[in-house]
């Protein structure tokens, strides 16, 4: 036994019990009681969770006239300390470009700097025949999940999205869907900045929650009609819920993920002094306080599926400014990859909204489950790679910038203490974070072929 | 290591995959490679399952003026035959009587015979001032879980309903409903009668989808009243699982059982020639065939939350024919203790509608967690009890009354042949079923104390 | 022509036009312009409405110890007075009675006193089988609406009303009922009661909307079993609209009533100072300020079908207070049957809430064509009873007290001022008031023989 | 008294009565008995009816490479002979055109041929900013609603259709919304004829119900956003039906369409021999039954608003035939404006699904009062337009096309023979229908300026 974990809590989606942790060549071997092995690390009184997933990220992303602060370097490097393993990046296809381009552009960009494994989404952003026949070869590359938006300048036609849900079905890809209606957001958008309201607070005035309903309900009736699954990604509000869920009921294969912004921060912050609330400008918005308790209690009874982060961070000097006359032109995004799994706990766990189990399971395991990652990671069992969070439940973390390793000049959570956070961090077997420390070398993650999309 | 199964591959509700699995003191010890023990078995090729728990029996009961045919003996060998090492019965207050006096009746029926581990609900028929205030005494006992009936004699009134989800609230216990209207059904059932109609497939015409529905609805909306969970038990329609999910979605937590038996017959059996018919007189009846197809997904969508059985075993000659002139004298019940395994693995598993995990989840882990019995049951985790099955999944079985050892005189599965079967099934690291034969001791199973009902 | 109404605006519930209209044996005979007759009144810039209907009263009605302050003169005087002409009263079945001798004993107090013309519905509060046999005959005697109690002592249990159901749909009759689960009123009472809660304002705590909306859901699910028509009377509240809405867009024939207190009056005003509050103690309560927003648009959109007043009137002094120390011990009821068309105007017609010809057709058309008067009464055509108002919509009326002639020591609207009031009432071609001052014959009213209940 | 009509049955939305009718000048000036005037017809035993009004036809209207075969004299002729009096047409806005233009072109082709009085709709095809602005003058000129495309060539973006309610709300419009999306319909379209699916049965599947049913629940998001009132014209299946009504029960005011074809013929129609399937291609599609039954109950019971008939009339030989070989060349629509009022009796009235009121509020008032033509139209009543129909309750007709005034070479009803029809028609107080001939004059209609829309 290379290692192994002494007498920790070993928690899964649905598992919770001491044991002992044993690792050999990179993957559990053994879990069990009294185990020896070559170096021995005693995690009695923390948890002991699989390293988690994140599903949404968006590292070194050209976007709105500037790119997104995070490299694949620093943006892995803070997922790890933050108790993220594995991230699924969204490669993003090129006008006129292919999909494969945007693969090969992708891990060009990762593939030297990561420090977990990672694995890629693609984009689809201009359909095209030849397009649509690639999706097949791109699946087989093991990148077996899609997106479309239906708002940006990126954004797919009906028929376009519905031709990427027929491909989908044929060829076991899970489409993810970013639902806000792009035409109205455009239009509000500029019916304010004609009305002179350019600050930040008339961001969200210009996607309210009904842009997103509408879009997320033409969504799931596409998918309907294509009998293809769909991953809603960043749901924000009760309408979009609603409608996700009256299909999930009926027998439609929906799943639903949210981010913590989500669930933490709402519609007020755009509210902060000065240029402040340039810090939440991200789509779809923060929205009323309501919707954030109906998040949490569907969180608790299975109604979400995946929590990820949709992390994609800009600098307030230099990009976020961008926008300081227009907040049209405010880079949209947030960073959020290392600041996941302690604030789900401290808010869910810590305050009996959900499980530790339950907490497993939208972080880790059904991120991996949906996206063909399973059980290679995202749960503790023997062959699983050894991906692994040592957990102090009694570790107290302040969410500023100093302590956060994301490259970005402010926190969302800058006020914010934590209790519970990762004391240590391993990636296939190898201590990759100490303390609060990255200790791993840059270019140690490796690209994750996924499996197809199964129901099961 | 006492005992050590070998190269199987485990399966729980989240994980699959292949290892060792080492038994020490009647649990599991530990999970790995390359274990050794005392006696070590070859489970290669074969599936490990958690023993199951059947969340929904009625042993010995006093019913319809019989006694339901199983008693704890019988059963219980039935039950660990199909893969269920642990159940839990309905202890039924006797009017006027206590809560304590159904659990102490019970006991004395079950201990001495029972050879699986077992716990217990208890009915509350009676409600009295007193009764209300001795559920806590009765949860502290270590069973956690009521049952309210809104049909047959026993039902109660919808402000006696309240009450008893008010209490439950207050002291952690989950309350299961027998959700049909039973003033409808009574009135049903005599009209019926009375225009000459006795013979067994006017059981379902008396009471309805609608029946369910509306009872389900009403259910739902007490506890919503009250703030407590529900457990609706055996849902067999669309109408009744829409009302649960509409509540779920909104946030409110109820949970859903439904059997076999509406997953896999329909109401077309009544129409069996002679008598026949009387074999699935049971409530809910079997229904009409698009509630099964609904049901199927949305076991595999999550949609409903565990399968039990509802066993109450009747045999044909001397107990169901009762009613031959009088549909309503023929006692209510199945037998299905043994068959749930086999025929839900079969026909979901086989056929592609769940995967494996889900099967585990719906059949062990979900009843052990949502009844305060995990993870010491329903997973393969270390510490939990070496309840545990070795599951064939080439083995066939013709489910017919010779092969099975239900105390009864029929199967209503008689020309069904499964594929997947139990090879051996262990309780607390004792093999008790080989091949298809009992092997373990009478009155080895013990009583379970189970913890209050948590969300988490 | 005896008389001819000249230059007024004619009102019905689809058209709005100038006229003169004629009568000729107290019915309308002619309407067109330059009419002429022996006697002609002036009516130009009047409104001429068709006399209203009311078809919920309880005039000298024994009700929790006492009897309802309004007998059937005092009572039919007022109605004249607020432009209503004809009133369906509610007869009771006593216990161990039967409808005939309800309807008799009904008869027996009205005929005599009545000054406008009425009909009844018989309330069915014993469910025996010869009762049911004996719906058929006082349908054929002209009552042939039946309304049953969900709450109060007199309710039925769920097969007693489907009986009705059932009994009603093969003999034409409409079924009003009562929507709020009593069981649940019951126990919350006592509860209220148990813990010192004895003031008015508690009085809708013991039977809040969820409640109703349990009693609705339930009894348009009845009557879907048994395929018959539904009126649901004085609905209050937001959830129990949606179920009468859900089911009549389903197909379903569900007819919905409110009352002006619904639309006007919330749950403030049981915090009213010292005893007061027990003026506004009727069932069901008056309920939160959102759901009469809710209920006027209804109104506007057709998704409410009558309004009628629920006049039950009792005395602050002598009455109301027999409950000073316990809320469930204040006679239920509040005063209305003269104060319905003024409000409804005022608050609808003059604020643009409704049209003039919608105003027309919920306190008048509609209610005469449910219950089978139609067109004999709630309209203006050739051949219809000249019941007529002649409406001044710029006279000012103070709702006190002294300005109103119900027989009742308060007024819910002491405090309003409305404008838009009757000038002038003529009932089969009579002129009954003028001037808010009755100038009709005690017993000159008639009873109705009404037709069965059809849809179109 | 110009003339009397002398003892018929006279029927309005809500009122049935025996009268006399006296005219004078075009306008109804008395209904009473035992008028006298110049010219005096016995009507008795016949109905008088209010004369129809249509709310969609589309008369010379060119489309898809060709016009539609009736123009406003063949039409309007057609019309009359069927009862209808009113027709409002739409008048297409042409590509980089002004709405003013649409109207001065059809008024150009309209005013010198019809028969009847006319009312003009304004297709909004192209929105531009100027466009938008011009729709106040519009409206000021009696053209107060205007329709939307969401399908074919014609269709909206979402913005625009925002735009174009936001503008509408303020003053005083009513949007009509053509609900199928075509983005996917043009995909599917492609798509079948790529698989070689040329045949007029394909074109149902290229715009299949769940196509309708999203664009509906869009456009009613889109209408709720903008606060504005929505009209949905030629409604046809149960899921567009639910988005309608979902809105309008939560206070949105959505107002329906339907049309006799979707009553009356389904899917099936398009497996008829030869080419003959190319009859019913009309977009939406004709749908499968269940929709039919459905739509007839909303009639019922008030969930549709009005009747129209979408008539586009194109002959089989030398334009149907346009698309032998694809049938998205087959011009879409079919003739209806001379056969709706029959139908919808004869299937409607004699078959008891909905009464005679019912049949002329659905045909007549509530197209006159959702158009701002009410009372002058829509009615029967003093003063209003003496445009009324003599209806023969027994009079036969078959519907071929020998016995049709319509400018077309097939009738979709060929077998069907009616029972009910038109004996005299009457166009502001002159008869021009006798018999089923036209006796009227070319150009005797009139451009109607019509009130904008109150919900009133």
Known sequence: MDMVLKGGTVATARDIYTADVGIQGGSIAVIGRDLRGDRVLDVSGKYIFPGAVDPHTHLELEFMDTVSSDDFYTGTVA??????????????????????????????????????????????????????????????????????????????????????????????????????????????????????????????????????????????????????????????????????????????????????????????????????????????????????????????????DTVGTDHCPFKLVGQKDLGRDDFTKIPNGIPGVETRLPLLYHEGVNQGRISVNRFVELVATNPARLFGLYPQKGTIAVGSDADLVVWDPEKEMHLTVENLHMNVDYSPYEQVTVRGYPEMVLARGKVIVEDNRFVGEQGSGRFLERRPFSLS
Chains 1, 2, 3, 4 share one sequence.
């Open 79 to 304: 997922a790890a300390c933050g108790g993220t393993t594995t991230i699924i990046d969204y490669a993003e296809q090129m006008p006129g470009g292919t999909l494969g381009q945007a693969v090969e552009v992708w891990r060009a960009k990762a593939d030297s700097k990561v420090v977990v494994d990672y694995g890629l989404h693609v984009s689809i952003t201009d359909v095209r025949r030849e397009v649509l026949a690639e999706m097949e070869d791109v699946v087989r590359q093991g990148v077996s999940s899609f997106k479309c938006y239906l708002a940006y300048p990126e954004r797919l036609r009906d028929d376009e999205l519905l031709q990427v849900f027929l491909r989908a079905r044929d060829i076991g890809a899970l489409v993810n869907v970013h639902c806000e209606n792009g035409w109205l957001v455009d239009f509000m958008a500029r019916k304010l900045l004609g009305e002179g309201k350019t600050a930040p607070r008339w961001h969200p005035r210009s996607r309210p929650a009904s842009f997103e309903e509408e879009a997320t309900q033409r969504a799931v009736t596409l998918a309907s009609i294509a009998q293809a699954p769909l991953y809603v990604v960043h749901l924000s509000c009760e309408g979009a819920l609603g409608a996700a869920r009256r299909a999930r009921d009926a027998g439609q294969p929906v799943f639903v993920e949210t981010c913590p912004q989500y669930l933490l921060l709402d519609i007020d912050r755009y509210d902060d002094p000065g240029f402040n609330g340039a810090k939440y400008v991200l789509s779809p918005p923060l929205r009323e306080r309501k919707n954030l308790d109906l998040l949490w209690k569907a969180l608790a009874l299975g109604n979400v």
